[in-house]
């Protein structure tokens, strides 16, 4: 029995946690042919280094400011590099929301850069194995890392870090390299061949 087709890329999306919907400039990338299966920015973890670094950089101007007032110019120059740190987040703000991780029946996709959009891409056909990585900090606030192995040389995109919702990705990318359907959905084991081998990703206390 075959599926109902999915709305086109246009259309707000339905309540599915894996497809976020992205902006005009990545929706162009896609094939209005395609099926859509995944669409994710990468977790939010990724904004916590800069972001952290900024306010202990504000800080420790703050401190320095009145110990060092008799300075000339030196409380002005401590809060120019802090407004370059600043800076430093807001650009690394800007990269999160340009990188999207996108997979359809036919390709999976990376786009990134801000002043100069790339898109890297793999058709799903050359992939031959795929699994993901999750650090003890990435099982607590849940992303993880996949790593794609594919046919022939070396590609662009075979190693996604810090993407949220690993465990649903990985096994809905494997329902549609397999034929499976709905372990991404309803994830419990029930048997199937793609969740053993999602299971299989996981530490051995854990399976």
Known sequence: MEQDPLPPLDEEPGP???????????RRYVLGTEKRLVC??????????????????????LWLVPRVDDVPHLPNLLFLAWVVVLGRAYW????????WFIATDKRLLLTY????????MMPLSKVTDMSYNRTILGRLLGY???VMESAGQDQALSDVDRLPMPD?????????????????????????????MARRAWPARFR
Request: net charge positive.
């Open 92 to 99: 690394k703000y800007l990269q999160w929301r340009g990188d």
């Open 113 to 120: 850069g801000v002043i100069k959009r790339q898109v890297a």
């Open 16 to 26: 599915d946690p894996l497809w976020e919907r992205p902006p005009r400039s990545v």
């Open 168 to 196: 649903q990705v990985y096994v809905r990318i494997c329902e549609q390299l397999f034929g499976e359907v709905g372990a991404a959905d309803a994830p419990r084991p029930v048997g199937s061949k793609v969740w053993r």
């Open 144 to 146: 993880g890392e996949l």
């Open 40 to 61: 994710l920015r990468r977790h939010l973890v990724v904004l916590a280094e800069p972001v952290l670094t900024c306010v202990l950089a504000l800080l420790a101007v």
